[in-house]
């Protein structure tokens, strides 16, 4: 079977209610990003940032997956699927997806300050005082800007080894995320859905751009492209 290597954004889980927090001005309810997406952040107001994924997390728990997500799940019938993800939702492992490489970390897990391979599973709030068994301050499992991004290799090499690409719901402007398209090998077939595509087709070689939200575009997807 062919491999698809599939790229998915906040655009993903936009039509199952996931609020991205992410104004216009840039900024995430009221927040500059790095008040509450930051070492230093967490450093100078732990409370506040513990408090802002708090909120995301109660939100994830109360959503459920959307036709697209489903419909990729679905796709492994039929093809060797594999999803990298910039979301931190669990919303594609829901929907049955067996292959989810999260770049920017879980929202429903949790992991200690001083030990970054403990690892805890987490559906309530943390709050301070919350400890590893190294007694040390859990924090929310993500990757936060000015932190390395560990599952970047293995998601290079995933893509890399793509039949086919398909991206979803991301601007393709934060790296190193958006540098996973130039991995591709140069006669594989690219899709981009989104309703606003930052992408033009001068851009990239086989490249199909797809103007429409993730549940629409997914569907368009598979209806024209990749069965009969």
């Known amino acids: 079977m062919q ?3 599939v790229l998915t954004g906040a ?3 936009a039509e199952s209610g996931i609020n991205t927090f992410r104004d216009a001005d840039g900024l995430w309810e009221g927040h500059d990003i790095m008040e509450v997406a930051s070492p230093q952040g967490f450093y100078n107001n732990p409370e506040l940032v513990l408090d802002f994924y708090n909120q995301r997390r109660r939100q994830l728990l109360k959503v459920d997956p959307n036709n697209a997500h489903y419909a990729l799940s679905n796709l492994e019938s039929d093809y060797h699927v594999h999803i990298v993800t910039q979301n931190v939702d ?3 492992e829901r ?3 067996s292959n989810v490489l999260h770049l920017h970390g879980e929202l429903l897990k949790s992991r200690s300050t001083k030990n970054q391979r403990l ?4 559906k309530n709030d943390i709050i301070l005082g919350d400890l590893c068994e190294e007694k040390a301050q859990l924090r929310p499992h993500i ?8 599952m970047l290799d293995e998601a290079i090499e995933t893509t890399a080894k793509a039949d086919i690409l398909v991206i979803i719901g991301t601007s393709m402007q934060v790296y190193p995320a958006a540098s996973l398209i130039n991995y591709v090998q140069p006669q594989v077939p690219i899709y981009f859905i989104d309703p606003r595509p930052s992408v033009s087709k001068n851009d990239f070689h086989n490249l ?4 429409e939200t993730a549940t629409k575009g997914v569907d368009h997807l598979i209806k024209t492209h990749l069965r009969d």
Do not use: R
């Not at 690892?119 to 987490?122: A, D, G, K, P």
């Not at 990757?143 to 560990?150: K, L, M, N, S």
């Not at 199909?208 to 103007?211: A, E, H, Q, R, W």
């Open 119 to 122: 690892i805890y599973e987490q």
């Open 11 to 13: 655009g993903m889980s």
């Open 95 to 97: 929907a049955g997806s």
């Open 3 to 5: 491999k698809i290597v």
């Open 208 to 211: 199909t751009i797809i103007s």
């Open 90 to 92: 669990d919303l594609h």
């Open 143 to 150: 990757v936060w800007f000015g932190e390395a991004v560990p």
